[in-house]
């Protein structure tokens, strides 16, 4: 595993923007796995510039996102595929027939998860999967529990993380309880894996998730185990690690 701790946000967007605007250079048609929430935030604005200023081609990158809430469409505007397209497919020329997000409206919640890992499969495997890192340790909506999950599965969010969520709602009452997402199996598989986190609340977790044990009630800390890990973090995450 490797660590970059950087100054602050800023710095740990450009730092992550860095690293994959590489995989994207060094492999034009690669697949990423991408992620939402407000940590990669900055590095989806430093790949956007980066794209406006030359230096970065998304024609024929493929990407799959983690997760998306159940019940939710694509226009609603508190979707990951609007996400998505408001923060980085409508300001680069990234093919959208190529980005794949789990459907949210499909209720058969078998049938949705079975037709997002045959997608995710057709995709030839991900070259690198962007993470960022809930507060209880929860990487996709992969929640704390008694084991992994392999495979894209539905799953019911904890209280703490429908909490963390009723800021981008008008309330608490609003926030979805239920979101398809890629399993444990399927983010492990990726090739490289890079985690942004910043924020002196996250400096708990993130000392548990990678330099404790290796526990399903931590679900990051799997990637203790994964032979190629980028943890890309501000001063204040890293403040409680040496």
């Known amino acids: 595993m490797r660590i970059i701790k950087t100054k602050d946000y800023a710095r740990m967007s450009s730092a992550a923007a860095n690293i994959i605007a590489a995989q994207i250079t060094l492999k034009p048609n690669c697949v990423l796995g991408l992620a939402t929430g407000s940590s990669p935030v900055g590095t989806y604005k430093e790949l956007v ?6 230096d970065l081609d998304f024609s024929q990158v493929t990407s799959v996102n983690l997760d998306e809430y159940k019940g939710l469409s694509p226009e609603n505007d508190q979707s990951y595929r609007y996400f998505m397209n408001t923060n980085l497919f409508n300001h680069v020329n990234i093919d959208k027939a190529k980005t794949s997000v789990p459907d949210g409206l499909e209720a058969d919640s078998d049938k949705a998860c079975r037709d997002y890992d045959e997608i995710v499969a057709k995709t030839g495997g991900v070259d690198l999967q962007l993470l960022g890192l809930g507060h209880n340790g929860h990487i996709g909506f992969n929640e704390p529990c008694d084991h992994f999950e392999k495979g894209t ?12 969520n009723t800021r981008f709602f008008e309330n608490a009452d609003m926030v979805p309880k239920q ?3 890629m399993g444990i199996q399927t983010i492990m598989s990726a090739k490289k894996i890079l985690v942004v986190v910043s924020g002196a609340d996250k400096a708990d977790i993130v000392q548990k998730a990678f330099f404790g044990p290796i526990t399903p009630m931590v679900p990051a800390s ?14 204040a995450a890293f403040s409680k690690i040496s």
């Open 49 to 54: 510039a980066k794209y406006e200023n030359g």
């Open 222 to 235: 799997i990637l203790q185990l994964h032979p190629d890990v980028t943890v890309v973090g501000d001063a």
């Open 179 to 181: 979101a398809y997402t």
């Open 153 to 164: 599965h539905c799953v019911n969010l904890t209280q703490s993380t429908i909490d963390a």
